[in-house]
């Protein structure tokens, strides 16, 4: 089993940051691809960012690049998410996302453990 807790979430201006940050402990986090997924109510969970069990890849959404950076730092067992020049369609439920067996994803169907969700709300 893999826990995964996140933190950093919170309300911010249009054009400002956030940084969100993940935090997995039960596998050997060099084992796990992960990822960033966000959710608004009534809506599927959709894909924002992902990055390779050594952290040398990365996949962004395309509403998003640019302007989000994912990182790891294996020694720590932490994925980052980077937020800038937030915009207020950007306000979701985000969720760090776990995956075995994978070297990076983009889909969620390959993700077999999940946070609890942070909320981020921007406002205009």
């Known amino acids: 089993q893999v826990q995964l807790v996140e933190s950093g979430g919170g309300l911010a201006q249009a054009g400002g940051s956030l940084r969100l940050s993940c935090a997995a402990s039960?596998?050997?986090?060099?084992?796990?691809?992960m990822g960033w997924f966000r959710q608004v109510p009534g809506k599927a969970r959709e894909f924002v960012a992902a990055?390779?069990?050594?952290?040398?890849?990365?996949d962004y959404a395309d509403p998003v690049k640019g302007r989000i950076t994912i990182s790891r730092v294996n020694a720590e067992n932490t994925v980052n998410l980077q937020m800038n020049n937030l915009k207020p369609e950007d306000t979701a439920v985000y969720y760090c996302?776990?995956?075995?067996?994978?070297?990076?994803?983009?889909?969620?169907?390959?993700?077999?453990?999940w946070g609890q969700g942070t909320q981020v709300t921007v406002s205009s």
């Open positions: 039960g596998r050997p986090f060099t084992s796990l691809a």
């Open positions: 990055i390779s069990r050594n952290g040398a890849n990365t």
């Open positions: 996302a776990a995956a075995v067996g994978v070297w990076l994803s983009i889909r969620r169907s390959e993700y077999a453990y």
